[in-house]
């Protein structure tokens, strides 16, 4: 069901970040989702990207990235992006990616996963509060360089 990507998945794998993007009324914009999915590709060591197959078809990609946080006592890694195409969504994909990537990220080391979820999201905040994942009080704030 899950396998690190490859480079003839590139294609498929920037029109499923797109989607993803459109979802969530984000417009990052192709060259920045282009140039992450070939740093993936180049092997950047801070990064796992494995696509979602049912059946011999990519149906979904799950974007881990590895950190550093004092305060979880050493490795973090962040459960970047989880994308399942809306056909396949209720079926409990969501649920064995998270699975899926706590695993992984306990074989990298990590001591704690966290990730983000969009505040109108509230079917997926569900499912991550339901798998022990807690809110906190804190706001997200970025800067693009």
């Known amino acids: 069901m ?3 990507i490859k480079e003839s998945d590139r294609k498929n794998v920037i029109s499923l970040a797109s989607a993803y993007y459109r979802e969530d009324n984000n417009h990052y ?9 070939d740093a993936v590709l180049g092997g950047d060591p801070l990064v796992r990207l494995w696509v ?36 396949y969504r209720g079926q409990g994909i969501g649920r064995k990616a998270i699975a899926f990537a706590e695993q992984e990220s306990r074989k990298l080391g990590a001591a704690r996963v966290f990730l983000e979820v969009e ?13 022990g994942f807690e809110a906190h009080p804190r706001v997200l704030m970025s800067k693009f360089l």
């Open 29 to 37: 914009g192709q060259p920045r989702i282009t140039a992450a999915i």
């Open 52 to 87: 979602i197959e049912s059946n011999q078809a990519t149906i979904g990609y799950l974007c881990v990235c590895l950190g550093f946080a004092l305060e979880a006592g050493g490795r973090e890694f962040c459960i970047d992006e989880i994308y399942v195409l809306p056909a």
């Open 119 to 131: 505040t109108k999201n509230d079917k997926a905040q569900d499912l991550y509060q339901k798998l």
């Open 2 to 4: 899950f396998r690190l």
